[in-house]
Nanobody
Framework: QVQLVESGGGSVQAGGSQRLSCAASGFTNRRYCMAWFRQAPGKEREGVALIGSDLSTNYADSVKGRFTISKDNAKNTFYLQMNSLKPEDTAMYYC???????????????WGQGTQVTVSS
């Protein structure tokens, strides 16, 4: 049974940093794209960062230079390091896994439960 479990998140002041983790289990191979999405109240879910099985990465323009996605295959865990956080980064953050990297959340069949990140000014 595939499972994604997030940790991290919480409240932080603007300019601060946080790291989100997503522990993956039940995958039969590593040929998945791992991603972080976020959804703020009243807004659509949007892609934040992607990391392919070849470790290639892509970022939304709004987070480039501030966020870093990475993964540790030995621990079956991937991460989102968030620096220079802004109030507009406030959202529920979800990790996801799918067969190929895409900014379309519908392409991802596996999701974590979500973790709230709140950035105060």
């Amino acid at each position: 049974q595939v499972q994604l479990v997030e940790s991290g998140g919480g409240s932080v002041q603007a300019g601060g940093s946080q790291r989100l983790s997503c522990a993956a289990s039940g995958f039969t191979n590593r040929r998945y794209c791992m991603a972080w999405f976020r959804q703020a109240p009243g807004k659509e879910r949007e892609g934040v960062a992607l990391i392919g099985s070849d470790l290639s990465t892509n970022y939304a323009d709004s987070v480039k230079g501030r966020f870093t996605i990475s993964k540790d295959n030995a621990k079956n865990t991937f991460y989102l390091q968030m620096n220079s956080l802004k109030p507009e980064d406030t959202a529920m953050y979800y990790c996801a896994a799918g067969p190929r990297c895409s900014w379309r959340w519908a392409e991802f069949g596996y999701w974590g439960q979500g973790t709230q990140v709140t950035v105060s000014s």
